[in-house]
């Protein structure tokens, strides 16, 4: 009986212990998901290609240099008549050409199109950086759900097992009062009855734990076969109030932070496709080298050496309209960002509103599961005791039992559906990353 006592005090205090053999704790477990995770890996290249591409260069702030060398060789049969008279008439006439030059280019005016190019760019790097952030918090909640499913599991296989141990005294009240004649053989028969069905239960819920565990080491990137534990107690934090959880939202989500900046990007578009419109002026530089040598002709030498400088000016006048068509849908696509990020703004602050009132009241319920799991506890040992003196009967131990295996059902669900409210707040409010 005192074990029965021990073990049901064991479940329903909070402080659960679990054995350090093995154990993975939550925090080494998110540490792994964001050093290991695939989709993290890709983000972190997304958003240093995002850097790289944001160069003056690729803005088009710098110039061009070009160094070209071309050569030719001939052999040509050359038969050419002069002003003066002079007349050429030679087969097999060996001609060579060398022409040799650094060409620069650099374009001091595009009608602004440069610093709007240099300013997406800066825009594009900056969503990298909220992308890679949006992918680390989805897999810190994912890692956090299924950490905490398998927390709910081992919870629930402890209260099976606190529920049998009280089967299997059941099983020897029932065999003592038989042998003592004021027993019957149909209290021992459903008492088994009782631990086989629990039995049963038992290997569901462990299958149900495997599954838990191995989605976990495949998202970790571990090996399917690899033994651990899990730290088996809930761990919850305190949450703000509702306006507090808005504000956050409005300012750190990272949702509508990605969104704000695809409207900043398409203003950035639209600028560049303005930029058309005006004239385009460009400085030009030529260092050249050339040469050519005829064994026929009026010019049998021919050498060039030095430096050319010049500008190029270009004004589109027209073309058709399609600027006016490009920059007109480039204000479309702007304008579906807006509407974009006000949907998303709406869609946030609607989920935070539902994740805090569901929050709300899966802490009333957890108040009041804790309350009752000590009540079932109570009555279950109460119950007990009275059969093991022949007080009670076998339906009154029954009932209590039932009542209580649905009060370690309810609290740790509770439990879990608490951690997976505050889980999902913290996301949306921006809390599991912090970033300027």
């Known amino acids: 009986m005192r074990n029965i006592v021990f073990i049901i005090f064991l479940f329903f205090t909070t402080a659960l212990q679990a ?16 050093e290991s995770n695939y989709d993290i890996q890709i983000a972190q290249n997304n958003k240093r290609i995002a850097t790289k591409q944001n160069t003056l260069g690729n803005a088009g702030f710098l110039p061009k240099m070009d160094i070209v060398s071309t050569g030719n060789l001939a052999t040509n049969n050359t038969n050419q008549k002069f002003a003066n008279g002079l ?43 909220l992308g890679l952030k949006l992918q680390v918090e989805n897999t810190i909640q994912e890692v956090t759900i299924l950490y905490y499913q398998i927390v709910k599991q081992e919870q629930l296989i402890k209260g099976i097992d606190a529920a049998m141990a009280v089967s299997e005294e059941r099983i020897k009240i029932a065999d003592k009062k038989k042998a003592l004649g004021s027993g019957s053989n149909v209290e021992v028969l459903q008492a088994k ?21 191995s989605n976990l080491l495949l998202l970790l990137k571990l090996d399917a076969n690899k033994s651990f534990i899990v730290d088996s107690t809930f761990a919850f934090e305190g949450l703000q109030s509702m306006e507090e959880i808005k504000a956050q939202v409005d300012q750190m989500n990272t949702a509508i932070r990605f969104a704000d900046k695809n409207v900043l990007i398409t203003q950035q578009n639209v600028k560049e496709l303005q930029s058309q419109r005006f004239p385009s002026l460009g400085l030009t530089s030529n260092y050249l080298f050339s040469r050519s040598q005829n064994e026929a002709g009026f010019a049998l030498f021919n050498q060039n050496l030095g430096l050319n400088t010049g500008f190029t000016f270009s004004w589109n006048l027209f073309n058709g309209l399609r600027t006016s068509n490009q920059i007109r849908i480039a204000k479309m696509q702007n304008l579906n960002a ?13 989920a935070a509103q539902i ?31 009275r059969l093991r003196l022949g007080l009670g009967n076998f339906l009154e131990t029954k009932e209590s039992q039932s009542s209580y295996e649905a009060a370690i059902t309810r609290l740790v669900n509770a439990r879990y559906n608490l951690k997976q409210s505050e889980t999902i707040l913290k996301k949306l409010t921006g809390a599991f990353v912090k970033m300027n």
């Open 19 to 34: 054995q350090p053999a093995a154990m993975l704790s939550y925090q080494q477990v998110v540490a792994m998901a964001l």
């Open 87 to 129: 007349e050429v008439n030679q087969g097999n006439v060996q001609s060579n050409t060398l022409n040799a030059g650094a060409y620069l280019s650099w374009t001091i005016f595009d009608g602004m199109k440069m610093f709007a190019t240099k300013e997406r760019l800066n825009l594009l790097a900056q969503q990298g950086e």
């Open 193 to 213: 009855l009782d631990l086989n069905a629990q039995k049963s239960n038992l290997i569901a819920q462990k299958y149900v734990l495997n599954e838990y565990k």
């Open 338 to 350: 807006s509407l974009e990020v006000e949907r998303t703004r709406l869609n946030q602050f609607s």
């Open 355 to 385: 994740a805090y009132t569901r929050w709300l009241g899966d802490k009333e319920i957890l108040l009041l599961e804790e309350e009752n799991i000590k009540l079932a506890a109570q009555s279950l040992q109460i119950t007990t005791e």
